[in-house]
């Protein structure tokens, strides 16, 4: 199965199962781009970090991956997102979709928004949530005490439906991450605008293309009005409307 998509140009895909020499022509590579002439030292200790995390993703199901480093109002700010395949059967996608539901309302009662989404793609379930998933070690603090991070997540999980790829079953888990809560409004725009494009194609599709030209149908599927994902509440966390 071939997942297609589009995502802001502000995202650099991070390449998962890289060898060692892989992720240090990437990172060579990437600082090309850049115009920066890193010393060697330096290149060593960031190819250390890209071939570590393009492992993890591998090891996780993760069949794509890409981060944002940039500035919203002058501000410096990052995000993750990442998108996982795992096998699942069922006979009916509607079926697991609201299956999934109950289990992520009884799960994350406490902390996330759960709802089901209608996209173009199928139908999802969407987890909002904000916690404070991220430290500051203690021994980088002026207290010398750790400091909790929030990040706001959004994980959309999608069964792939029949019709779109009747030979396979499969959970295309989407996850979204930032420590910048402040600019989730803008974070959420992108991401929003991302899922609406998602489309699953069988492998006979086009094996060659990332991402495949939008057929008439999909385009007009595109223009509908949409449903808007909802905000986690304010007493949960301070999140903006999504979408």
Not at 168 to 177: K, M, N
Not at 214 to 241: F, K, Q
Request: aromatic content about 6%; overall charge negative.
């Amino acid at each position: 199965m071939n997942i297609a998509f589009e995502l802001s140009s502000a995202f650099k895909e991070i390449k998962a199962g890289l060898s060692r020499e892989e992720a240090r022509q990437e990172v060579v590579s990437r600082a090309a781009a850049k115009g920066i002439d890193r010393p060697a030292g330096e290149i060593d200790e960031v190819t250390d970090l890209y071939e570590r995390a393009s492992a993890m993703l591998l090891a996780d199901g993760v069949v794509y991956a890409a981060s944002c480093h940039g500035e919203f109002d002058d501000e410096r700010s990052t995000g993750t997102l990442t998108i996982g395949l795992s096998p699942l059967a069922y006979a009916d996608a509607s079926v697991a979709v609201e299956g999934i539901r109950e289990v992520m309302a009884k799960k994350r009662a406490n902390f996330s928004e759960v709802s089901l989404l209608e996209l173009p793609c199928g139908n999802a379930v969407v987890a909002i949530q904000q916690t404070p998933a991220l430290r500051i070690p203690g021994e980088f603090t002026t207290t010398g005490q750790d400091i909790p991070i929030d990040v706001a997540q959004l994980q959309a999980f999608i069964p792939v439906p029949q019709e779109a790829v009747p030979e396979e079953q499969a959970l295309v888990t989407i996850t979204f991450s930032t420590p910048s809560v402040d600019h989730w409004p803008e974070y959420s725009e992108i991401v929003a605008e991302f899922l609406r494009t998602l489309r699953f194609l069988p492998d006979a599709h086009d094996e060659d293309m990332d991402v495949p030209p939008s057929s008439p149908a999909a385009t007009e599927e595109a223009e509908r009005p949409r449903n808007p994902i909802p905000a986690v509440p304010a007493d949960r966390a301070d999140m903006s409307a999504f979408g």
